[in-house]
């Protein structure tokens, strides 16, 4: 026997030698490992490649080109040219002439502007091609030869040039807005010295307007060349056999000899606070904010030791924005909205900013908030409790993220390598960072983020920013007020932040549970039914789709149509200031410390035909889920404190909407589709007047006070076993009536003839506003709800190839389509865009000429090809989503509707005289609804010289 022992304790003694210790993840001077799971590499002409392999959604793919080249590399006489150079893409490349390249996507279910875009930024442009169906081979070919052409062979065919001319301008119309104009008085200040300061990615409209082609070619040609490049394709396939076949078609690309040097251009440092102030007669609200420029970490330091940094300004970032949403929530406040953070402010700058929505006339005591807070943040720091809750909410997002590594789909993953490419950003496997995170983050101590925190504030590169209205009652500080009030700051005394005690549970004593009394399979779409002791019924459909998500919804009929006239507005904004009030014992504030570090989360909405509890959570928090719906039920909070705080900051948010004349075209657009109803009023600081404490309690009690009629749906990676006893013991043991209730008509009609209401507003930016609207009857089955929605995708291609492409008259024709159940039974089309005045009348005409074909000869049978590739597409992508699920059984159990059985057999067996024959029998031009807002004074529809941010 002892023999034995001797030989265990050898053999324990040799474990301890032999078995080596877990090796230390952090190193702070080393480089972060590349994810392994990516195909990576640089082609000989110097492009970069990333190939990842990825199974969600089955069969589909992403194809992105990124371009490390932006507006910045713009000369004057180019100035909105790299923008014009991305429009040019889509008009004509080497294999894909014209608008070849959009026709073919749209073939196989690709739709631009939803599937296939781009952007330009100031320091890179990227394109995209995503969710492809790569069903076959020649699919992948295709879309590589669509990026290979993007990198090389854009035609820029001079009758495309021309054309487009007039949709680069219909986009620097649409997005002319108060805050674009602000910002480009305030760029050339806050970037002085720098070629930031004079580019702002849309340009200068003379350049667009009357540039030599000569001009994009030189950009083109000295810009866009393999060693800028990067071709990123994610997706389920095999990435070994994508590489080859990238190294063959990308490798043909001739590099540029002796490229010209991509100059990099930084910002000044300033030894005194900058301010830069700018004021908008259209402006609605005045912001605040103040900067202070740190140098950005180069990209050769880019180590482990950065990704930890990163981490540490999550934590202060976190921290600091609670503080202030904690501070709003008082009525005294003198902000709307508030915030602080790190960012981005060039490649070589970044950031530590403050930034704050003043009420009316409150930007002093708003700026004195933000420094306060700040200064506070500086001098004290944060302290323990605050610090282990941004750890806990960090910690479970990683783990989230970790859980559904299986699940994650492919557009995710190509920001990963875009900022690689761009940025040199470390990109590492999840399951490398979440070792990581788990290794420092324990070690992340509150005295070595309140030392990074105090680093931040330094006495050089300040910026301060002010915008507001251009209007005689708004007091606008001076800058030397501004001035006065930061450098006092600096010497200001502040406590320290107090923590509040906070309670254990949500609710201090479990309720007796109820039962379940009937259990039963339901025949479709895989649902249990429960129905509870009280009445209430549980339906339950568990998925694999996601290991991390539950879904919740409940609903009951009734909703705001129970409520007469006088009630409209507070019901409207019932949910929201009830979201603002908490549950139980428990305010907003107090919940949202309570809960860090799990994912769980409930709302309310209230429709016009019913009542909604909605939630989501992981399966670890299902407890907690059900928690927040009893309570909602038997112990709603109403904070009059809350109440006033939010009434406080959305009154001063509207009182100077009118200022902005997009908010007239809106108002506009509901009066006239509520034919002036008195029960739908706009919201006003005047209408507001109406929405009291009292009678939002009194709508919640009404609306939520028995849950009897309320089905409940869960989905998602549900532990049946486990869900079963909450369900009993929360939903159960509601109190439960007996009332039952269906909608009541309260009168609400768009006109039944023709109407046209045209008006005219002063504007900054002159342009005119069109929105028309088709409806007609309709029995509301699933082949009128398929037809409207084909039809909705029908104009979308023939607006791009008629208004947009061919005229040049608008950056985009917004089109909706949908069907209505109550008041009535209607189909309902409604068309917006943005336009030049001059062009207005030929636009408009148009708008209605293909309503009307549509009627009368129906769609081409290329565009209904064209739209059941996108339908079935989607079909196919949607039942991999737990939303799709819940929207389902919701429509099918409480509606009647079952609108997924038979949706293929429904698409496939349109054509254009089916769609032709439903735009017949539903619409008719003489139930037509039009708005048309336009300039009141136009010296000019276009300013020969005049530049807006593309924000």
Same mark, same amino acid.
Request: charged share 25%.
């Given at each position: 026997?002892?023999?034995?022992?001797?030989? *265990?304790?050898?053999?324990?003694?040799?474990?301890?030698?032999?078995?080596?210790?877990?090796?230390?993840?952090?190193?702070?001077?080393?480089?972060?490992? *590349?994810?392994?799971?990516?195909?990576?590499?640089?082609?000989?002409?110097?492009?970069?490649?990333?190939?990842? $392999?990825?199974?969600?959604?089955?069969?589909?793919?992403?194809?992105?080109?990124?371009?490390?080249?932006?507006?910045?590399?713009?000369?004057?006489?180019?100035?909105?040219?790299?923008?014009?150079?991305?429009?040019?893409?889509?008009?004509?490349?080497?294999?894909?002439?014209?608008?070849?390249?959009?026709?073919?996507?749209?073939?196989?279910?690709?739709?631009?502007?939803?599937?296939?875009?781009?952007?330009?930024?100031?320091?890179?442009?990227?394109?995209?091609?995503?969710?492809?169906?790569?069903?076959?081979?020649?699919?992948?070919?295709?879309?590589?030869?669509?990026?290979?052409?993007?990198?090389?062979?854009?035609?820029?065919?001079?009758?495309?040039?021309?054309?487009?001319?007039?949709?680069?301008?219909? /986009?620097?119309?649409?997005?002319?807005?108060?805050?674009?104009?602000? $910002?480009?008085?305030?760029?050339?200040?806050?970037?002085?010295?720098?070629?930031?300061?004079?580019?702002?990615?849309?340009?200068?409209?003379?350049?667009?307007?009357?540039?030599?082609?000569?001009?994009?070619?030189?950009?083109?040609?000295?810009?866009?060349?393999?060693?800028?490049?990067?071709?990123?394709?994610?997706?389920?396939?095999?990435?070994?056999?994508?590489?080859?076949?990238? &190294?063959?078609?990308?490798?043909?690309?001739?590099?540029?000899?002796?490229?010209?040097?991509?100059?990099?251009?930084?910002?000044?440092?300033?030894?005194?606070?900058?301010?830069?102030?700018?004021?908008?007669?259209?402006?609605?609200?005045?912001?605040?904010?103040?900067?202070?420029?740190?140098?950005?970490?180069?990209?050769?330091?880019?180590?482990?030791?950065?990704?930890?940094?990163?981490?540490?300004?999550?934590?202060?970032?976190?921290?600091?924005?609670?503080?202030?949403?904690?501070?709003?929530?008082?009525?005294?406040?003198?902000?709307?909205?508030?915030?602080?953070?790190?960012?981005?402010?060039?490649?070589?700058?970044?950031?530590?900013?403050?930034?704050?929505?003043?009420?009316?006339?409150?930007?002093?005591?708003?700026?004195?908030?933000?420094?306060?807070?700040?200064?506070?943040?500086?001098?004290?720091?944060?302290?323990?409790?605050?610090?282990?809750?941004?750890?806990?909410?960090?910690?479970?997002?990683?783990?989230?993220?970790?859980?559904?590594?299986?699940?994650?789909?492919?557009?995710?993953?190509?920001?990963?390598?875009?900022?690689?490419?761009?940025?040199?950003?470390?990109?590492?496997?999840?399951?490398?960072?979440?070792?990581?995170?788990?290794?420092?983050?324990?070690?992340?101590?509150?005295?070595?983020?309140?030392? =990074?925190?105090?680093?931040?504030?330094?006495?050089?590169?300040?910026?301060?920013?002010?915008?507001?209205?251009?209007?005689?009652?708004?007091?606008?500080?001076?800058?030397?007020?501004?001035?006065?009030?930061?450098?006092?700051?600096?010497?200001?005394?502040?406590?320290?932040?107090?923590?509040?005690?906070?309670?254990?549970?949500?609710?201090?004593?479990?309720?007796?549970?109820?039962?379940?009394?009937?259990?039963?399979?339901?025949?479709?779409?895989?649902?249990?039914?429960?129905?509870?002791?009280?009445?209430?019924?549980?339906?339950?459909?568990?998925?694999?789709?996601?290991?991390?998500?539950?879904?919740?919804?409940?609903?009951?009929?009734?909703?705001?149509?129970?409520?007469?006239?006088?009630?409209? =507005?507070?019901?409207?904004?019932?949910?929201? =200031?009830?979201?603002?009030?908490?549950?139980?014992?428990?305010?907003?504030?107090?919940?949202?410390?309570?809960?860090?570090?799990?994912?769980?989360?409930?709302?309310?909405?209230?429709?016009?035909?019913?009542?909604?509890?909605?939630?989501?959570?992981?399966?670890?928090?299902?407890?907690?889920?059900?928690?927040?719906?009893?309570?909602?039920?038997?112990?709603?909070?109403?904070?009059?404190?809350?109440?006033?705080?939010?009434?406080?900051?959305?009154?001063?948010?509207?009182?100077?909407?009118?200022?902005?004349?997009?908010?007239?075209?809106?108002?506009?657009?509901?009066?006239?589709?509520?034919?002036?109803?008195?029960? &739908?009023?706009?919201? $006003?600081?005047?209408?507001?007047?109406?929405?009291?404490?009292?009678?939002?309690?009194?709508?919640?009690?009404?609306?939520?006070?028995?849950?009897?009629?309320?089905?409940?749906?869960?989905?998602?990676?549900?532990?049946?076993?486990?869900?079963?006893?909450?369900?009993?013991?929360?939903?159960?043991?509601?109190?439960?009536?007996?009332?039952?209730?269906?909608?009541?008509?309260?009168?609400?009609?768009?006109?039944?003839?023709?109407?046209?209401?045209?008006?005219?507003?002063?504007?900054?930016?002159?342009?005119?506003?069109?929105?028309?609207?088709?409806?007609?009857?309709?029995?509301?089955?699933?082949?009128?709800?398929?037809?409207?929605?084909?039809?909705?995708?029908?104009?979308?291609?023939?607006?791009?190839?008629? &208004?947009? /492409?061919?005229?040049?008259?608008?950056?985009?024709?917004?089109?909706?389509?949908?069907?209505?159940?109550?008041?009535?039974?209607?189909?309902?089309?409604?068309?917006?865009?943005?336009?030049?005045?001059?062009?207005?009348?030929?636009?408009? $005409?148009?708008?209605?000429?293909?309503?009307?074909?549509?009627?009368?000869?129906?769609?081409?049978?290329?565009?209904?090809?064209?739209?059941?590739?996108?339908?079935?597409?989607?079909?196919?992508?949607?039942?991999?989503?737990?939303?799709?699920?819940?929207?389902?059984?919701?429509?099918?159990?409480?509606?009647?509707?079952?609108?997924?059985?038979?949706?293929?057999?429904?698409?496939?067996?349109?054509?254009?005289?089916?769609?032709?024959?439903?735009?017949?029998?539903?619409?008719?031009?003489?139930?037509?609804?039009?708005?048309?807002?336009?300039?009141?004074?136009?010296?000019?529809?276009?300013?020969?010289?005049?530049?807006?941010?593309?924000?």
């Amino acid at each position: 026997m002892k023999k034995f022992v001797k030989l *265990f304790v050898l053999l324990l003694l040799l474990s301890t030698i032999v078995t080596p210790v877990q090796a230390q993840l952090y190193q702070p001077d080393q480089p972060v490992p *590349f994810d392994p799971n990516v195909v990576h590499g640089t082609l000989a002409n110097g492009m970069r490649y990333y190939i990842r $392999s990825n199974k969600k959604p089955e069969k589909r793919a992403e194809f992105y080109i990124v371009h490390n080249v932006g507006a910045i590399l713009e000369e004057d006489n180019q100035n909105g040219l790299a923008h014009f150079t991305e429009h040019m893409a889509f008009n004509g490349t080497k294999h894909f002439p014209k608008k070849a390249l959009l026709n073919y996507l749209e073939t196989i279910g690709c739709k631009f502007g939803q599937n296939v875009n781009a952007f330009t930024g100031q320091d890179v442009t990227c394109y995209n091609i995503g969710s492809v169906p790569i069903t076959r081979d020649g699919i992948i070919d295709s879309c590589l030869l669509i990026l290979h052409d993007w990198s090389n062979y854009i035609a820029f065919e001079a009758e495309e040039i021309e054309s487009e001319r007039g949709v680069i301008l219909e /986009e620097w119309r649409t997005r002319g807005s108060a805050q674009a104009r602000m $910002s480009d008085k305030l760029r050339p200040i806050i970037y002085a010295g720098s070629k930031y300061g004079q580019r702002n990615v849309i340009g200068d409209t003379a350049v667009i307007n009357h540039f030599d082609h000569q001009a994009i070619f030189d950009f083109y040609h000295q810009w866009y060349r393999t060693d800028l490049q990067a071709v990123i394709v994610v997706g389920d396939f095999d990435a070994k056999m994508m590489e080859q076949k990238i &190294i063959a078609r990308f490798s043909a690309i001739p590099a540029v000899e002796n490229p010209a040097p991509k100059p990099v251009y930084g910002v000044p440092d300033n030894d005194q606070p900058i301010i830069a102030m700018a004021t908008d007669p259209e402006a609605t609200n005045t912001n605040i904010s103040f900067y202070i420029k740190h140098p950005a970490t180069p990209d050769s330091l880019k180590n482990q030791q950065y990704l930890r940094h990163n981490i540490l300004t999550n934590f202060i970032g976190q921290m600091m924005n609670v503080r202030l949403s904690d501070l709003l929530k008082k009525e005294s406040a003198p902000a709307i909205t508030a915030n602080v953070g790190m960012g981005g402010f060039s490649p070589t700058t970044k950031v530590l900013y403050a930034s704050g929505t003043a009420k009316t006339n409150q930007t002093l005591p708003t700026f004195e908030m933000l420094l306060t807070e700040c200064r506070r943040m500086q001098h004290h720091g944060f302290t323990q409790p605050e610090l282990e809750r941004a750890k806990a909410n960090f910690l479970r997002s990683i783990e989230s993220r970790f859980i559904e590594r299986q699940n994650r789909e492919h557009n995710s993953y190509v920001w990963d390598y875009y900022s690689h490419f761009t940025q040199n950003a470390p990109t590492c496997d999840i399951a490398y960072y979440r070792d990581f995170v788990k290794e420092v983050v324990p070690g992340i101590s509150v005295n070595e983020i309140n030392t =990074l925190t105090a680093s931040f504030f330094t006495e050089k590169n300040v910026i301060i920013t002010l915008t507001a209205p251009e209007k005689e009652d708004i007091q606008v500080p001076s800058q030397n007020e501004l001035l006065a009030m930061y450098e006092a700051s600096k010497h200001q005394k502040v406590d320290a932040y107090e923590e509040k005690l906070l309670a254990q549970s949500l609710i201090e004593t479990v309720p007796q549970k109820g039962t379940v009394v009937k259990d039963e399979k339901l025949k479709k779409f895989d649902v249990h039914q429960w129905t509870l002791s009280n009445g209430i019924k549980v339906m339950v459909k568990k998925t694999n789709f996601k290991e991390d998500e539950i879904l919740m919804n409940g609903q009951s009929d009734g909703g705001m149509s129970q409520l007469e006239d006088d009630l409209w =507005l507070s019901a409207v904004l019932m949910p929201t =200031l009830v979201g603002e009030m908490g549950m139980g014992n428990h305010t907003t504030s107090d919940l949202r410390k309570m809960l860090a570090g799990k994912r769980v989360s409930t709302g309310i909405a209230l429709g016009d035909d019913r009542e909604i509890i909605s939630g989501n959570c992981s399966p670890d928090d299902m407890e907690l889920l059900l928690q927040q719906v009893h309570l909602r039920f038997t112990a709603p909070r109403f904070d009059r404190e809350a109440f006033d705080a939010y009434m406080a900051r959305l009154k001063p948010y509207l009182q100077y909407m009118a200022l902005n004349p997009d908010a007239a075209f809106r108002d506009s657009v509901t009066a006239l589709l509520t034919n002036r109803h008195p029960r &739908i009023k706009s919201i $006003s600081t005047e209408a507001l007047e109406a929405v009291t404490f009292e009678r939002v309690e009194q709508i919640y009690r009404d609306r939520f006070s028995d849950p009897a009629d309320f089905t409940f749906v869960f989905v998602g990676n549900i532990d049946m076993d486990k869900l079963k006893p909450l369900v009993e013991t929360y939903l159960g043991s509601l109190p439960a009536g007996a009332r039952k209730e269906t909608y009541i008509d309260r009168g609400v009609r768009t006109p039944a003839d023709m109407v046209r209401t045209r008006f005219d507003k002063t504007m900054q930016t002159p342009k005119t506003s069109v929105f028309a609207y088709y409806s007609g009857p309709i029995k509301y089955t699933n082949d009128d709800m398929l037809h409207i929605s084909a039809i909705k995708n029908i104009l979308d291609i023939r607006y791009v190839a008629s &208004i947009r /492409e061919k005229e040049g008259g608008t950056y985009g024709v917004s089109v909706s389509g949908s069907c209505e159940k109550q008041p009535e039974k209607k189909a309902e089309i409604t068309l917006s865009f943005n336009t030049d005045s001059a062009k207005a009348e030929r636009m408009l $005409s148009l708008l209605h000429e293909e309503i009307n074909n549509l009627m009368t000869q129906g769609p081409s049978a290329e565009d209904v090809q064209k739209t059941k590739e996108l339908f079935l597409k989607s079909f196919t992508d949607r039942q991999i989503e737990n939303g799709y699920w819940m929207s389902n059984i919701l429509n099918n159990y409480l509606e009647g509707i079952d609108r997924h059985t038979g949706y293929e057999k429904g698409v496939k067996k349109m054509s254009p005289k089916t769609l032709q024959q439903f735009m017949a029998k539903t619409f008719s031009p003489n139930r037509m609804l039009e708005v048309v807002m336009m300039p009141a004074a136009q010296p000019s529809s276009t300013p020969d010289s005049e530049t807006l941010s593309n924000k």
